[in-house]
């Protein structure tokens, strides 16, 4: 053993090395947890340089060019920068928030709600790896900043928090290859994966071949990851095109349009969004304006209010203009007493104004030109069972009359069952015959309308 | 063989320079921060791997391959700590590139500038390779890895490497 190691010292001590840092990741990886002391380590001696040497710059390079180039426009202008993008993103809110469809209820929510809270960063360092696409911030947990949190710009999403350091945080940007987020599209409303990928472009993935996005649509965080708050913009698509699988959308991310991030904000406590109203797709559906209440051509007794909704609500209305004009009071008397009659209601065919019809015929089954109901309850025979029958008017406009009468001698009573006439042209306005032999009206009338029969009926005898 | 590449391989080299300890802290920092700083304001810098240069410089010189370990392993971890990657991926690959390079140095004559370009070159794209099959292996990550891209970013590194140990072996103290 002493010889092993002696012999094969370097190699040994090359392997204990290795396998030591490979348990480190194993530890790092299974209980998903870093080593913050030797970050914290690193991180503190690293960053106060790089704030020194961040100050150094401003303050020697920046003077130079405030002092002999700009004068004061520089800090104006950072000024107006902050401003601009404090009321950009005030200014996309109230966007957001005014462009829903009930304005009234949008001021409420906008009342209720109040904007994200935020702190502003400065980016002070770029982060190892020539791969990864993380920075680092001069706020850290002494500020408030946490692991987890969103970082944005008024422009849009610029990456998460993934260490909270005491002065300063370790930024991952949306297009480090290990980013990812939940995505919707504004317009067709597709959800999908945000994916960095190493350069300046990003990838929703995850989205269906037969999902439609198209080219300039934007994205907008659609608050699945719970990081980012729901409604913030996250890019525009540059590309997009079917792919094997899924649908490869690459944005143009609108966060990082500038190229450098330097001022960023970090959302202590989100607020989720509405995202704007694009030009929805197409919803499949119309949502029609409502009926008139009177309309044309429909039985409105005079005098009946006009908040009727149904067509059974104005028949009710007619059976109790009826009722009070031939002093009938609906729910009196004892069975088979004499009941309104309802041939006077408006649009009945044939209806004329009798006041009060006594059955002197036995009810008979209706001829099936008669009606639905008729035609139902008696078998047809011969001719009759071969007249047409045109919908709900059954034969009562196929025809005159006497053709009628010659296919059926025997003259039997019409059905008087009420009708609702709602199309003026469904009544019969050539008809003069007075209806006898009416039977009993229907406490309740039947729902479907029953057209009377064209076959002319004999008289009869009018009540004085 | 040639007695060139006779030269190459048997070139005695002075073992008596070495680096001070102070600028053995000193120059990896200073990698560091210029990793971390100059590309927010240079972006184009971004490819190169000064820390790596800084690894491969010091266990080419010092061709001892127990102490290029731990010196490559010490750059990796900071590396480590100033990435969002599990400490140790850096770590592992910079440790296996100390030990290599001080290896290779105890047979090559690495004085030579072209011994130089090809060893900066080589270890680059072989830091970049085994860093992309750890991530790959380790973390699972689907990566991508750009051949074309490291052999080009290799060949610059190489090229920046040529100068660079020429001002560290300034830093260097006969003793």
Redesign the interface.
């Known amino acids: 053993m002493d010889f092993f190691l002696s012999r094969y ?2 190699l040994t ?2 392997l204990i ?2 396998v030591a ?2 348990l ?3 530890y ?2 299974k209980t998903n947890n ?2 913050p002391l ?2 914290v ?3 503190t ?2 960053t106060p ?2 704030t020194a ?1 961040e100050l150094v710059r401003r303050y020697t390079w920046g003077f130079v060019v405030d002092y002999f180039v700009l004068l004061n426009v520089r800090s104006e202008n950072e000024k107006l920068q902050r401003d601009n993008g404090q009321l950009k993103m005030e200014n996309h809110y109230l966007k957001a928030e005014l462009g829903t469809a009930d304005r009234a209820r949008a001021l409420s929510v906008f009342q209720a709600q109040s904007p994200s809270k935020t702190v502003a960063g400065r ?1 002070i ?8 696409k ?3 911030i001069d706020r850290g947990s002494t500020s408030g900043v946490e692991s987890g949190m969103a970082v944005v710009t008024p422009d849009g999403i610029v990456g998460k928090v ?2 909270a350091y005491p002065t300063a945080s ?1 930024v ?1 940007l949306i297009t ?3 980013f990812a987020a939940g995505v919707i599209s504004q317009k067709n409303r597709v959800r999908g994966t945000l994916k960095g990928q ?1 350069h300046n472009d990003t990838l929703v993935d995850y989205v269906q071949n037969e999902e439609k996005v198209d080219g300039g649509e934007w994205f907008y965080t659609s608050g699945d990851d719970r990081i980012f708050p729901k409604g913030f913009p996250v890019g525009q698509v540059s590309a997009a095109r079917n792919g094997k699988n899924f649908k490869e959308i690459y944005l143009n991310p609108s966060g990082l349009q500038s ?2 991030v330097e001022e960023v904000l970090v959302l202590l406590q989100g607020v989720h969004q509405q995202i704007p109203d694009g030009e929805i797709a197409s919803p499949g559906y119309k949502i029609l304006q409502p009926p008139a209440d009177n309309v044309a051509g429909s039985p409105q007794p005079t005098g009946q209010p006009t908040a009727l909704a149904t067509d059974a609500d104005r028949l009710r209305e007619q059976y109790k203009q009826i009722g009070t004009e031939q002093k009938h009071v609906f729910g009196e008397g004892i069975p088979g007493s004499k009941p309104p009659d309802f041939t006077k209601m408006q649009g009945i065919r044939g209806g004329s104004p009798l006041p009060s019809l006594t059955p002197a015929v036995p009810p008979k089954p209706a001829t099936p030109a008669g009606g639905d109901t008729g035609a139902i309850a008696q078998k047809p025979t011969g001719s009759q069972a071969a007249v047409p029958k045109s919908g709900a008017n059954g034969g009562a406009n196929n025809g005159p009359p006497g053709d009628s009468a010659a296919t059926a001698p025997k003259p039997k009573p019409r059905p008087t069952a009420p009708i609702l006439v709602t199309d003026p042209t469904d009544a019969d306005p050539g008809s003069d015959v007075v209806p006898s032999g009416s039977p009993k009206p229907p406490a309740i009338p039947p729902p479907s309308a029953t057209p009377p029969p064209a076959t002319p009926k004999p008289p009869v005898p009018r009540n004085p | 063989m040639t007695e060139y590449t006779e030269h190459l391989l048997t070139e005695p080299r002075k073992d008596t320079e070495r680096f001070r300890f102070i600028w053995l802290l000193i120059v990896p ?1 200073v990698a ?2 210029f ?3 100059v ?3 240079v ?1 184009f810098l ?2 190169l ?1 000064l ?1 790596l240069l800084i690894t491969v410089h010091f266990a080419l010189s010092s061709r001892a ?2 102490a290029s ?2 010196y490559g ?1 010490s750059i990796g ?16 690959v910079k ?2 590139v100390g ?1 290599f390079a001080a ?1 290779v140095s105890m047979r090559f004559d690495v004085d030579n500038p072209f011994v130089t370009f090809i060893l900066s070159f080589f270890f680059y794209f072989f830091h ?1 390779f085994f860093y992309w099959v750890l991530d790959r292996a ?2 699972g ?1 689907a ?2 890895f750009d051949v074309q891209q490291t052999l080009i ?1 290799g060949l610059l590194n190489a090229a920046v490497a040529l100068p660079l140990f020429r001002i560290l072996d300034k830093l260097k103290v006969t003793g």
């Open positions: 010292r370097n001590v090359l090395v290795i840092q490979l480190l990741i194993a790092q990886v870093n080593v030797m970050r380590w690193a991180v001696a690293v340089v790089e040497l980016v360092g770029n982060g190892t790896g020539a791969n990864s993380v920075v680092f993934v260490d370790l991952m480090d290859p290990t190493g190229g450098s | 920092l560091i921060l990793q971390v700083y590309p927010r304001f972006s971004s490819y791997e820390p391959p127990i370990v731990f392993m971890l900071v590396q480590d700590s100033l990435s969002h990657q599990p400490i140790g991926m850096f770590g592992i440790t296996l030990y290896s970049q380790l973390l990550e990566l991508s970013f």
